[in-house]
């Protein structure tokens, strides 16, 4: 793979309104944290996609390892009565 | 006295002229930034300076009251009939050049345009309030770059302090006050420009303190664009501006 030569890798998430999350929308390249959000919103808030900007050093990024998938993930497939719709409501009953 | 109108054509003209002239620097950029992302912040101001440039050519227009079109200004004109400040023609050189010709040119567009903001005709003030948002992001992004160059390493800092020093003979005429000036600013329309020079130093200075580069001393300055004697470099870039306008007349897409 070819080494990535322009300058360190950020992660952008843009906030679409007041309110709702941040999403992420992709990445940036910038030497520094004031470079990283002008170069983030001139990319990616041109057309009025947002009110408001993160951008996070890719290398503070904790991810989940691929090799993992079967312990982290799996487990959660046959697991139906983690959900609420597994259990049935009790006749009458106006909370629970 | 010379019509009201007439006077508020030439002022809207000139500030037309300095936004698409500048735009037009910046436009060469595209493909040729540094990295995508410069690329990209360098033509986003590019598209900023035709918006404002289009607007005051539109009010141009409407004073003149001739049918004429921003596309007769921004295409059918030749050299000595453009009067944009001579620093907005400058090359864009190295990228550091580019960037101390914005900080200029950005810092001075902010002190104009909060002065005009509070001018009595109704369409430049709201343009001026408008264009002032986009300016103030120009000048952060042209500041933090001098200041990383500045204060980076010495190639760096040799490179911007160079820029600084070979741009400077074209930063006085910003502050240039002819009649059209004088009695826009007499009747609260215009700006009085060379009240902006104190202020504009004041900032700039701020910046090049920061970025640890010299102020040039204070030398020669040469002027002539507002008048339409223009450097050698207009009209090469007009040639190629206006090719398509000049080879095909009313073309369309």
């Known amino acids: 793979m070819a080494t990535d030569t322009q300058l360190d890798l950020w992660e952008v998430f843009i906030q679409s309104r007041n309110g709702s999350h941040h999403t992420h929308a992709g990445s940036v390249h910038a030497s520094d944290r004031k470079m990283a959000l002008q170069n983030a919103r001139d990319i990616y808030t041109r057309r009025g996609e947002g009110s408001s900007i993160w951008v996070v050093p890719a290398n503070s990024i904790v991810a989940s390892n691929p090799d993992d998938a079967d312990m982290f993930f799996d487990p959660a497939d046959d697991k139906v009565y983690r959900h609420p719709t597994f259990y049935v409501m009790p006749e009458g009953a106006k909370q629970i | ?253």
């Open chain 2, 1 to 253: 006295m010379a019509d009201i109108n007439e006077l508020k054509y030439t002022y809207s003209l000139r500030l037309a002229d300095n936004a698409w002239i500048l735009s037009h620097r910046l436009s060469e950029w595209c493909s040729n930034g540094p990295f995508l992302e410069e690329d990209l912040a360098l033509t986003n101001i590019a598209l900023d300076l035709i918006g404002r440039a289009q607007a005051f050519y539109n009010y141009a227009a409407e004073l003149e009251g001739k049918g004429r079109t921003a596309d007769d200004w921004a295409y059918r004109r030749n050299e000595r009939q453009y009067y944009n400040n001579l620093l907005a023609e400058m090359p864009n050189g190295n990228f550091a050049d580019t960037i101390a010709r914005q900080l200029f040119m950005s810092v001075y567009e902010y002190y104009f345009f909060m002065s005009l903001q509070n001018s009595k005709d109704e369409t430049f003030a709201a343009l001026a309030a408008k264009t002032l948002k986009e300016v103030k992001y120009h000048i952060v992004h042209a500041a933090d770059w001098v200041v990383r160059l500045g204060d980076g390493t010495a190639e760096s800092h040799n490179k911007i302090q160079q820029a600084i020093n070979g741009l400077w003979m074209y930063t006085g005429e910003l502050f240039d006050t002819d009649e059209t000036d004088i009695m826009l600013s007499e009747q609260g329309i215009g700006v009085d420009n060379q009240s902006l020079q104190t202020l504009w130093e004041t900032h700039i200075s701020e910046v090049l303190e920061e970025a640890t580069l010299k102020i040039p001393e204070a030398e020669y300055m040469q002027t002539g664009g507002r008048q339409g004697i223009h450097t050698e470099h207009l009209g090469r870039m007009l040639g190629e501006m206006q090719y398509l306008q000049r080879a095909y007349p009313d073309a369309k897409w």
